[in-house]
């Protein structure tokens, strides 16, 4: 069992940057593969990026590549998204979640899944 808790959404201008964090319990997150999420108001939930369990593999969205890049620390169990050059279109809530696989890839099936953090751009 891993539980996922986000962190670091808030409201920001266009143009600014956000990091956020998701911290996960349990001893095995390092096999995990991670993946952020986003579903903005009105629309389905989407892919945003994904990183293999070693780090060594990431998939971003076409939207976000150049600007949004995915760490993770396994030694924390933790991974990041850290956001730039923010526009209105990424405001929507933001949600990691985990892979058994390992791999993190844009159409996993993904275990678990955290609880949001709300991300708000400004025009």
């Known amino acids: 069992q891993v539980q996922l808790v986000e962190s670091g959404g808030g409201l920001v201008q266009a143009g600014g940057s956000l990091r956020l964090s998701c911290a996960a319990s349990?001893?095995?997150?390092?096999?995990?593969?991670m993946g952020w999420f986003r579903q903005g108001p009105g629309k389905e939930r989407e892919f945003v990026v994904g990183?293999?369990?070693?780090?060594?593999?990431?998939d971003y969205a076409e939207s976000v590549k150049g600007r949004f890049t995915i760490s993770r620390d396994n030694a924390k169990n933790t991974v990041y998204l850290q956001m730039n050059s923010l526009k209105p279109e990424d405001t929507a809530v933001y949600y990691c979640?985990?892979?058994?696989?390992?791999?993190?890839?844009?159409?996993?099936?993904?275990?678990?899944w955290g609880q949001g953090t709300q991300v708000t751009v400004s025009s």
């Open positions: 990183i293999s369990w070693s780090g060594g593999s990431r």
């Open positions: 349990g001893r095995t997150f390092s096999t995990y593969g």
């Open positions: 979640a985990a892979d058994a696989t390992g791999r993190g890839r844009p159409f996993s099936a993904y275990d678990y």
